[in-house]
Structures are given as structure tokens and as C-alpha cells.
């Protein structure tokens, strides 16, 4: 009988024995973060009373369980299983309050019964990832922090092993819908809410949910092995051949009873019996490597589908409630609800409530519901509580439905990868962190200065804040100045940062790349792409730069356009001061310039107020950037400042065009030299002609003096300009003035104060008393005959010093003249 034993036969999953040698056999089939199973199992333990629970989950962590008292462990929590060689590979499993994993290790723990894992050693797990790495030649996708890493854990019924998607039966897919489905439900949540979550402590026969549940299973598994096996059917199967194994062993060494905890789709491969030397030879010669696991914070948000969780539920927050709630939990639910909204600034009465209970109740009657569910609730609170408004109820649901329940592990546990990656880190580059906030000087022309950038830009990217970059005293981009400050929540913040990776490069990495498919706007990918030359991310950098290829060459707004290409020029700068490639990054940026050339002079076209002001921000913007993006233009696009230039006198030259952005290009190129000052000169005149609108002429005067262009001094030193605006004010009609007045004060009143006096003080004195403060001796203080060089040149060293350099052998004979 040895060589034949199965790890059970026949009958439910009751404490009934089975026939064969050993302890009676309750295999109590769940799906994982289910409270309702949760509850269940609660009870079957209870009535069972086993020497022994076992449960799925890898037997790396057996020595780990008895954590799990402490009082300071509080779930949701996480099982973390990483390569010592490789830290990147790792896996979790998450359990939270309501996991019937962690309620039955919980039981045996109180109940002073051993508990134990039995699923394949997370040692083989992730050895097979590696291998099918090195096959496909895939990246290492567990970087990514989410499905892939968390689908080793607890799933749906059925788990799919470490493959992501495993849980693709024929049936295939997920085989609750197919219940439902059978069930004539369209829904397998609300269906799995009604059989199980519904089912109130201590109605009926505790094992019945468990012997339904395998009677379904088991119907399913028929269905699914008259197909064709794959690679994720064929490791279910060793999976399955392990467990058994362990069940075998358990039931020898406790008569009292073994109790197991597992995915309801096993429970039928468990109870088959198989012959023993079948089972060891599919587990036989498995690849192994050597795995640390310790526990980690987890959240209710990394619970749910939503997150990425490959076994994750729609609504761990109510999950979590009704798990909780001893009775009324609708009402309960309601009453939190409406706590919400209250701090929210939103007027909920206590009526309000008593409604949305009642309406919630009356919903299930209709539907025909045993109890109102979470679609009745929310219906309810959506109807009630938010006058109709999706609002409000998104909040709730961001809030409440999923929440951002985090959970916390004990000082004892071993320490998070992550975290001690930081650690070394931070050794290495002599960072350490303190509790006072003190100022961080660094050069990125140092090494270690630029290791010490690195680290707090990647650590900024996690939502680690360690450090805050400030305004430095340094106008250089190889100067950088950090505010830093250590708080103890940051520890959270790192454990909170491990789903994405076990060491600050990879999770930094895979938190970029995941930030840059959720992105919103092109601006956000092309910030996102900045600070990942910042941080130095290059596997991060590549899929980012094609993500914002992929949105530059949908998107269709120039504003849009224009808003992200200083973010890529600054990028080009900062990768200049590092080292780094940024060819690529260099071909983006000037195919979004060319983008923006030939789409603006049509953008620009009947624009109100408020979008002018907009499009001649864009517009300085734009200049900005082609102006240092000119110096090494890429390959194929020739010279964009040429092109540029071309665009500008487009601009000024079309009426269409709003005055503010008109008068803004002919100011530019005034400044860049390719505009003369006698033909500047002559473009305001005719646009202060009489035949311009009053409004239209104020506008082209705020475009062209105002916006922090430094449009005051262009006043001071050139008299032509400012006689020609002094004339036009003059002669504005009096019934147009009070239309002009508000763009007039928004463009004087930008000036500096000095500024502001000289040119009142010129507009005092009149056009004959002024003459010109470009002729020699105008007698207006402050402005001599011509340049005095000496004085000039007494800067230089200063300068030089500024920009880095080392004075010039005869600076210090320039020091002290002219002071």
C-alpha cells in the first residue's frame, strides 16, 4: 500500500478518516483573499482540531511562521522570496487579514499546532524562471514588481505557478466564471459573493462550502485534462506531486489529523490517490538556487487587479470590512462611507445613511440577492450619499473599496532586499542618513558626488524622499543642492518600494517603466524621461524614450508638444554633465522641434486672451530650447535654429496671429540679432499705427516689453522704442483707454522697481528733453558717453571663477580697477 498511497481518497473534506494509513485528511480547497473562506476555514478548524495545518505557500518560509504572532506583524503582509546570487529574481505572496492562508496559520499558531508550507520550494521556482529567461533570452521580468513575481503567490481558485497568466484554462481562463456561468450567473464575483461571502458564521455544516467546492473543481479538472498539456499545465502538475508528497509525510508523523489549506483547484489533485514513485520522479532533478525570504509590508492597493496582482481582488477593502464587521455590515460600511464624505466637506446626515441602507436592501430584494453586496452598496451610496455624482464615489472607491491599508512587520524580521541594498549604498557613497535636515553640496564632476545624485534620484522616483533638490548658488548643471532629512515613515516607504524590485537600480527601473505606460500626458513622459537620465536608468530610458515617440507621433497639440521639449533639452544637458548616450534622446527632441515648427504658425490662429498668453509662453519655451538643442542638432534634421528663425518671422508677420505672440517673436528676433533695431523699430510703428485696434496694439506692446523678457531695459537703452509706444499711448481714444489700461499696468508692472523708475523718469523729461540715450552726452544720469572697457574687464575674474575656470594670469591686475 506504501508504494500506492494517495494523499487521500474519496469522501468530502471533512475530518472524516479516508481509508488509508495516517491522521484523518481535511483538505479545505479556498479562494485565496476571500473572507468568506477565510471564515470557513476558521471554523473548520475549529471542528476538526488537526495535529497539524498545512498550507500552500513555499517551505522556505516555515521557519519565518512564527512571526506571525508577534504583536507587532499586522497584515496585509507579504512572503518575499528572492535569488541570494541574483536579488532581482524574487517572488511574493501576499496575505492579508481576510486570506484564509493567513487565518489558518494564525489558528494553528494560537492553538499551539505546528503549521507548515507545502508547495514547491520557492528554490525550484525561481531557478525555472531563470531557465525560461535564459530560453526566451526575456528580460528579467520579475523587475517589474507586479503579475509576474505575484502570481507565484495565492490566485483565484487556481494558481498558475510562477508563469504570468498561468491561470488560462479552457475552462480556461477563470474557472469561477465558469461556475457562475453554469450557475446562470454573468458575473463571477457577485455569484462567489452570494455562495460564500454571504454565508454567515456558523449556518450549516461547516465542511459543505469545502465539499461543493471540490465537487466543482473536480468536474472542471475533467474537463480541462482531455486537453492538450503546456508547460504551465505540466509544472501544475509537479506542484501538485510536491503537495502530495508533503501531505503523505504529515499524515504519518500526526495521527491526530491533518488539516490542509490550498487553492480549491488543487484539492482534487491532492485527493487522487497516486502512486508515490510517480510523484517523486516528476519532482526529480528539478533546477534549484539558493533563495533568502523574509516578510514585507504589503497593501490593500497591491491586493487588487488593479495593482497588477495576478490573484487579485476588486475590492480588498470591502473584502477586509466584511471580514471584520461582527454583524450589520452593510450598515457599518454606510456608516464609514459617510465619514468619508463628511471629510470631504460633503453634508451627510445621519438620514442619509438610514436611506442608503434601506435602499441598498431593497436593491438585493430586486435582484434577488440573499444580502446586499458591494454593487447594491455602491449603488446606494452613489443614489444617496452622492446626489447621483461619479464624484464623489470614485473617492470612496479609491478610498474605501481598495483602500491604502498598509501593514506592518516586526523589528525581528529579516531585513527587505531593498532595504539592504540601501544600506550598502549608503556605506559606499558615505551618505547616512540623520534625523536633523541639514544641506548637501555636490559636484557631479566628483564621482562619489555623482554616485550620491544617482542614489537620491532614484530613491525620489520610488517615493522615497529622502532628499529634496533645492535652487542651487551654482548656475552650472554640474552643481547640485539637496535638502535631506531622514523620517522614520521612510523605512515604510523602502519596504513599500520592494514590489518593484530587491535593489534600488531595479526597482527604480521598473517603477520608471511602469510610470511611463500610465502616464497621463506627453509632458509627463518627457519629465519621466528626464529624471530617468538623472537617476542614470538606461534599461529604464529605453522603453520610456519609445513611449514618448509612440505619444509625440499621435499627439496633434503643438501646446502639448511645445510643453514637453524644454523637459527633453534639459534631459540632452543633464546627459552631457553625466556622460551619458543620449543620442536617442537628441533625435526625439528634434523631431518634436521640426513637429512644433511646422504646427505652430497654424496653432497661433484665432486665439482668444487667455490661449495667446498660453501659446507665447509656449512660444519662449520653444526658443529656449531650440536654442541649446542648436549647438548639436541630429542627424538629418539640419539646422533647426535656421528653421526656427523662419517660423518666428511667419509669426510676426501674420495678422491672424494674436498681438501677444507677434509682438513676442519680433522681440526675439531682436535679441538673437536677426531682426535690425531700425526694422524692429519700424514693424512697432506700423503696428502703433492708427488703423491697429487699441486692444490688439496693447498686446503686441505686452508681447514684445512684457513677460519677463527684460523688456524694460530694451526701454531704457533704446529711445526709438520707447518714443513710438510713449506717442501711441498718447493718442489712444479716450473711450478705447480703459480697454488697453489692464494690458498696460499687467506689462509695466512685471518690471523691476529701478527699471520702472528710469523709464517713468525718461517718460517725464519728454521727447525733447530726453534726446537720445544712444547719442553721446544726453545728460540723463546713469548713462555715459560710451562703454567704459576698464571697467568692463573688472569683472572677468569673477567670471571666470563662476564658470569654473581658473583666473587668467593677468586677472589679478584687473582686481580693483574701477571700484
Keep these: 500500500m506504501a508504494g500506492t498511497d494517495g494523499a487521500g481518497s474519496g469522501g468530502s473534506g471533512g475530518p472524516g478518516g479516508t481509508g488509508e494509513p495516517g491522521g484523518r485528511l481535511s483538505l479545505l480547497g479556498v479562494r485565496h483573499h476571500g473572507p468568506g473562506s477565510a471564515r470557513a476555514v476558521r471554523a473548520a478548524l475549529e471542528a476538526a482540531r488537526p495535529g497539524v495545518v498545512l498550507v500552500e505557500g513555499p517551505p522556505e518560509a516555515d521557519a519565518l511562521i512564527p512571526l506571525a504572532a508577534d504583536e507587532d506583524m499586522r497584515p496585509p503582509v507579504a512572503l518575499l522570496a528572492h535569488a541570494v546570487d541574483e536579488p532581482g529574481r524574487s517572488a511574493f505572496w501576499p496575505l492579508a487579514e481576510f486570506s484564509p492562508e493567513w487565518v489558518a496559520v494564525r489558528w494553528a499558531l494560537e492553538h499551539g ?12 521556482t525561481l531557478a525555472w524562471r531563470a531557465a525560461d529567461e535564459a530560453t526566451t533570452g526575456q528580460a528579467d521580468e520579475e523587475r517589474t514588481g507586479q503579475a509576474d513575481e505575484e502570481t507565484t503567490g495565492p490566485g483565484d481558485g487556481r494558481e498558475g505557478g510562477d508563469v504570468p497568466g498561468a491561470a488560462s484554462l479552457d475552462v480556461r481562463g477563470d474557472p469561477l466564471a465558469v461556475l457562475a456561468s453554469a450557475a446562470g450567473h454573468d458575473d463571477p464575483e457577485r455569484w462567489w459573493e452570494d455562495v460564500i461571502e454571504h454565508r454567515g458564521p456558523g449556518e450549516g455544516d461547516v465542511f459543505a462550502p469545502f465539499t461543493a467546492l471540490e465537487e466543482a473543481m473536480t468536474a472542471l479538472r475533467e474537463t480541462e485534462e482531455g486537453g492538450e498539456g503546456d508547460a504551465v499545465h505540466d509544472r501544475g502538475l509537479v506542484r501538485e506531486a510536491y503537495m502530495r508528497l508533503q501531505v503523505r509525510a504529515a499524515r504519518r508523523e500526526f495521527a ?21 514513485a510517480a510523484d517523486r520522479a516528476l519532482v526529480k532533478g528539478l533546477p534549484r538556487t539558493k533563495v533568502d525570504m523574509t516578510w514585507v509590508p504589503w497593501t490593500h492597493r497591491r491586493l487588487s487587479r488593479a495593482g497588477g496582482y495576478g490573484a487579485g481582488i476588486e475590492s480588498p477593502g470591502w473584502y477586509g470590512h466584511l471580514f471584520a464587521a461582527v454583524d450589520r455590515p452593510v450598515e457599518r460600511w454606510l456608516t464609514r462611507v459617510a465619514g468619508l464624505l463628511r471629510e470631504e466637506g460633503r453634508t451627510v446626515s445621519p438620514a442619509h445613511v438610514i436611506e442608503a441602507a434601506r435602499l441598498a436592501g431593497t436593491l438585493a430584494a430586486i435582484r434577488g440577492r440573499p444580502l446586499p453586496g458591494l454593487s447594491e452598496t455602491t449603488d446606494a451610496v452613489r443614489a444617496v450619499l452622492c446626489d447621483g455624482s461619479d464624484v464623489p464615489l470614485a473617492l470612496v472607491h479609491d478610498r474605501l473599496v481598495v483602500g491604502d491599508v498598509l501593514g506592518e512587520v516586526p523589528a525581528g524580521a529579516p531585513a527587505v532586499p531593498l532595504q539592504r541594498d540601501l544600506t550598502r549604498t549608503q556605506r559606499r557613497l558615505r551618505l547616512k542618513p540623520e534625523a536633523a535636515e541639514r544641506e548637501l553640496e555636490l559636484d557631479l564632476r566628483k564621482e562619489t558626488d555623482t554616485g550620491r545624485s544617482r542614489l537620491l534620484h532614484r530613491l525620489r522616483l520610488l517615493g522615497v524622499g529622502w532628499g529634496e533638490p533645492t535652487a542651487s548658488r551654482s548656475t552650472g548643471t554640474f552643481r547640485e543642492t539637496w535638502r535631506l532629512r531622514w523620517e522614520p515613515e521612510l523605512s515604510v516607504r523602502v519596504a513599500e518600494a520592494g514590489v518593484w524590485g530587491t535593489t534600488v537600480l531595479a526597482a527604480a527601473t521598473a517603477r520608471a517603466e511602469a510610470d511611463a505606460v500610465t502616464a497621463r500626458g506627453l509632458a509627463e513622459v518627457t519629465a519621466l524621461a528626464e529624471r530617468c537620465l538623472l537617476a ?7 522603453p520610456v524614450m519609445r513611449i514618448l515617440a509612440d505619444r509625440a507621433a499621435l499627439d496633434t497639440d503643438v501646446g502639448h508638444l511645445a510643453e514637453a521639449l524644454p523637459a527633453l533639452v534639459r534631459s540632452l544637458r543633464y546627459g552631457d554633465v553625466r556622460g551619458t548616450d543620449t543620442g536617442a534622446l537628441a533625435e526625439v527632441a528634434a523631431g518634436l522641434a521640426e513637429r512644433v515648427f511646422v504646427g505652430l504658425p497654424a496653432a497661433c490662429a484665432a486665439l482668444d486672451a487667455d490661449a495667446a498668453e498660453e501659446m507665447r509662453r509656449h512660444v519662449d519655451s520653444v526658443h529656449t530650447a531650440v536654442g541649446l538643442l542648436g549647438d548639436a542638432p541630429a542627424p538629418g534634421h539640419g539646422d533647426l535654429r535656421s528653421r526656427w528663425r523662419t517660423v518666428l518671422r511667419t509669426l510676426s508677420a501674420r495678422d491672424a496671429v494674436p498681438g501677444v505672440v507677434r509682438g513676442r517673436a519680433v522681440r526675439l528676433l531682436l535679441d538673437d540679432g536677426e531682426l535690425a533695431p531700425d526694422e524692429a523699430a519700424r514693424i512697432m510703428g506700423l503696428v502703433l499705427s492708427p488703423g491697429t485696434a487699441p486692444t490688439d496694439a496693447a498686446a503686441w506692446i505686452e508681447g514684445f516689453v512684457g513677460g519677463g523678457s527684460g523688456g524694460g531695459m530694451l526701454l531704457l537703452h533704446d529711445e526709438r522704442l520707447l518714443a513710438l509706444i510713449d506717442a501711441w499711448l498718447t493718442g489712444v481714444p479716450a473711450d478705447a483707454f480703459t480697454d488697453v489700461l489692464p494690458l498696460l499696468r499687467r506689462t509695466f508692472s512685471a518690471y523691476e522697481p529701478g527699471v520702472r523708475r528710469g523709464v517713468g523718469e525718461l517718460v517725464r523729461r519728454g521727447p525733447e528733453a530726453r534726446g537720445s540715450v544712444t547719442t553721446a552726452g544726453s545728460g540723463i544720469p546713469g548713462f555715459a ?10 569683472v572677468l575674474p569673477v567670471i571666470r571663477l563662476l564658470l569654473g575656470g581658473d583666473p587668467a594670469p593677468d586677472d589679478d591686475d584687473l582686481v580693483g580697477v574701477g571700484t
Design 785 to 794: 558717453a560710451g562703454l567704459d572697457t576698464v571697467r568692463a574687464d573688472a
Design 536 to 542: 542614470e536608468l538606461p534599461d529604464a530610458l529605453t
Design 256 to 276: 491526530e489529523g491533518v488539516a490542509v489549506v490550498c487553492g480549491a483547484w488543487h484539492v482534487p489533485a491532492l485527493r487522487r490517490r497516486a502512486a508515490v
Design 113 to 124: 499546532v505546528p503549521a507548515r508550507f507545502i508547495d514547491l520550494p520557492a528554490a525550484h
